[in-house]
């Protein structure tokens, strides 16, 4: 190991919990730099390559031993098996880059879950130690910093004060008839907010309407994620420096439970140390418990800042169900004109069963219906389609039919957002066997479903199913495709914040109880999974904790 370095703050992981403390802190004044196990893209490195990117490792590592898998064992199944489950993006600007940009924002009854519903038997349920008034300044900062499109007061359920930072996205005609349709069976859809540029904004070019966000990166440099936002700010300071391909192996602390800095291993293998008056540490939920559960010591015999020992418990993802219906192309184009039929966003969404006492259920907490076309990959429409005929379709059929998929069908979809509840269940720890390619033990999943999430996912699509039949699809077009699934790249809650050291790990500012000046920014603070994506929730308490850690250099509360 060479010389140490030194610097005010490092931060570990590049995505959406780690580029809003990044910016804040050097703008104003800190020396920052982020440490990425990824490597750096550029725009020139976006391409529709399904192939390249979707079954590769252009994103997240093949699971192979030696590499970097995780380890798995879901409901049902005996034994772990390796994955790449539960990565994000292993890249810089993280999972924000391939993110569908589906900007929701959080609800009072997700930050108090616990005190409406009265607890639920087998369910470890906290509130949160913020209020949503807490949040609210730093929603509107997030969405002003990346921009974000969407059309204010016409959600009647959405937490917002302000207009949106830019007009909503153009939709597919057909979102007429979701609005038409939901709107008879008492629902209020609403266009869907995206992390998408609608016109020009912070010197980015708007959208170009290619269809292809999720699980791409963006070749027009138009959807908002950190790559294109918030790092190019923070390097324009001159204070930020973002290191790729630097895996951090240890946190380091002082005499006094202080974080210290950090080793990590740069692309060649050789080894560093890197010393900060403050460690944020966000490379998901998942990866940051498996960081703290590493960073064992004397002081710290079951890992750092786990006195409590629920680093790592209390994982959450989020329930996922989905219901497609098929529609005539050319009867649709006779019933809504052919203008704008080759758009590729729908953007409808649906929240009035969010919080729904009268569901009959033991969890009233439902979730957030997302009505939008089929994503345009041709491989991923080849396997459907063979998968929906029980695999009877190939060759000359199978090109028949999807030449009648792009050509003459309109598949239509929703997606199913739902609570998943903590339980003692579901964590992630360290495989004892499997180790990665830098020699440490892997993280290691543990994903048993609590029953009240399952049984509140299969209302909510059937509630779905309802608004697509009532749209009059073809004849027998109409189907649930999956229900009460796993979304593993939406992870949240293990390293839960809160004002009991005993009952949480992080502070209300994520700050650990045990180590001062070690803050958790992604999804890991979180005590509740919510009913929408949380990325949105993640930089908005990144930007929240950035500030309270601002803060703390004015008043020369961090040590030199």
């Known amino acids: 190991m060479g010389k140490a370095e030194r610097t005010d703050v490092v931060v570990i992981g590049s995505g959406a919990g780690g580029a809003p403390v990044a910016v804040t802190l050097a703008e104003a004044g800190a020396r920052v730099v982020i440490l990425e196990r990824g490597q750096a893209y550029t725009i020139r490195d976006f391409t529709h390559d399904e192939v390249a990117v979707c079954r590769r490792d252009f994103f997240v590592p093949f699971p192979y031993p030696g590499h970097s898998p995780h380890t798995i064992r879901k409901r049902g199944q005996d034994r772990y098996h390796l994955t790449n489950e539960g990565w994000v993006g292993v890249c810089v600007g993280g999972g924000t880059v391939h993110m569908s940009g589906f900007t929701y924002r959080f609800k009072e009854s997700d930050l108090r879950l616990r005190s409406m519903t009265g607890g639920i038997a087998n369910a470890d349920i906290a509130d949160w130690p913020i209020s949503m008034d807490d949040l609210l300044p730093y929603y509107d900062l997030y ?27 153009r939709p597919h005609p057909a979102a007429r008839m979701v609005d038409e349709a939901a709107g008879k069976l008492g629902f209020h859809p609403f266009p869907t907010p ?3 540029l609608s016109v020009p904004y912070g010197g980015r070019p708007p959208c170009n309407y290619c269809g292809f966000c999720g699980d791409y990166g963006c070749e027009n440099g138009s ?23 630097c895996m951090v192996t240890g946190i380091l602390t002082d005499d006094q439970d202080r974080a210290a800095g950090v080793v990590y291993l740069d692309a060649r293998g050789e080894e560093h140390k890197l010393e900060a008056r403050v460690v944020v540490l966000a490379a998901t939920a998942i ?12 002081r710290f015999p079951h890992g750092l800042a786990n006195s409590s020992g629920l680093v790592g418990k209390n994982l959450t993802f989020s329930t996922f169900g989905k219901g497609t219906a098929i529609f005539e192309r050319h009867k649709l184009e006779k019933k809504l004109g052919p203008e704008g039929m080759d758009l590729p966003f729908l953007l409808r969404s649906v929240q009035d069963d969010y919080w729904n ?5 033991l969890l009233p907490k439902g979730g957030t219906y997302n009505f939008l076309l089929h994503h345009p990959n041709p491989i991923n429409a080849a396997v459907r389609l063979m998968m929906e005929s029980k695999w009877s379709l190939w060759g000359r059929k199978l090109k028949d039919r999807l030449h009648e998929y792009f050509h003459d069908e309109l598949w239509l979809e929703f997606e199913v957002f739902g609570e998943f509840l903590p339980h003692s269940g579901c964590y992630v720890d360290l495989d004892p066997r499997v180790r990665d390619g830098f020699g440490l033990p892997v993280a290691r999943i543990t994903n048993l479903h609590h029953p009240a999430s399952d049984e509140v996912n299969k209302f909510c699509v059937r509630r ?6 009532a749209m009059r699809p073809a004849p027998k077009k109409v189907w649930p495709f999956t229900w009460s699934s796993t979304t593993y790249h939406l992870q949240h809650g293990t390293c839960r914040f809160g004002t009991d050291p005993a009952r949480s790990v992080l502070d209300p500012d994520c700050m650990a109880h045990d180590v001062r000046n070690l803050y958790v920014t992604d999804g890991s603070f979180m005590p509740s999974s919510g009913a929408v994506p949380a990325t949105p929730t993640i930089m908005a308490n990144s930007f929240r904790v950035a500030e309270k850690i601002a803060g703390r250099f004015r008043r020369h509360e961090i040590p030199a």
Request: glycine share 10%.
């Open 287 to 298: 990866e940051s418990a498996r960081l703290l559960l590493l960073s064992e010591s004397g």
């Open 223 to 245: 959807k908002s994620s950190v790559l294109a936002s918030l790092l190019p700010q923070a390097e324009k300071t001159g204070r930020c420096q973002v290191r790729s391909g």
């Open 464 to 469: 779905g199913m309802d608004i697509l039949e």
């Open 357 to 361: 006492e009268k569901n009959g259920l």
């Open 194 to 196: 995206r992390a998408i």
């Open 143 to 169: 969405e002003a910093r990346v921009g974000v499109s969407g059309r204010a007061g016409v959600n009647p359920f959405e937490t917002r004060k302000r207009p949106f930072p830019l007009p909503a996205l």
